[in-house]
């Protein structure tokens, strides 16, 4: 079966830096998009980034472009979150997820595997 399992979440200043793990199993990685997102309490839940594992495509949203760069190791079926410049607006549950797509990968409707989240929280 698929499984997506993340992990790198924790407790940081604003300012500081995390990077977030995606390790996935279960299906033909290198034929799939991986995404990023995240759900803060109280509000909708937001695709941040995505990669498409063929060609190393990316795409990231307004909030997080600049400072956030997804990147994937396809020989150890791994999507990395790399998170700079903290913002206590940042806080939230993260998740990954993938989804068999041609073309962009940010069609976030589609992605249909997902983990079971990690937790960033930024203190100010």
């Known amino acids: 079966e698929v499984q997506l399992v993340e992990s790198g979440g924790g407790l940081v200043q604003a300012g500081e830096s995390l990077r977030l793990s995606c390790v996935a199993s279960g299906f033909a990685f290198s034929d799939y998009a991986v995404a990023w997102f995240r759900q803060a309490p109280g509000k909708e839940r937001e695709g941040l980034s995505c990669i498409s594992t063929t060609d190393s495509s990316t795409y990231y949203a307004d909030s997080v472009k600049g400072r956030f760069t997804i990147s994937s190791d396809n020989a150890k079926k791994t999507v990395y979150l790399q998170m700079n410049s903290l913002k206590p607006e940042d806080t939230a549950d993260y998740y990954c997820?993938?989804?068999?797509?041609?073309?962009?990968?940010?069609?976030?409707?589609?992605?249909?595997?997902w983990g079971q989240g990690t937790q960033v929280t930024v203190s100010s």
């Open positions: 997820a993938s989804v068999y797509i041609m073309g962009r990968c940010s069609k976030w409707f589609l992605y249909d595997k």
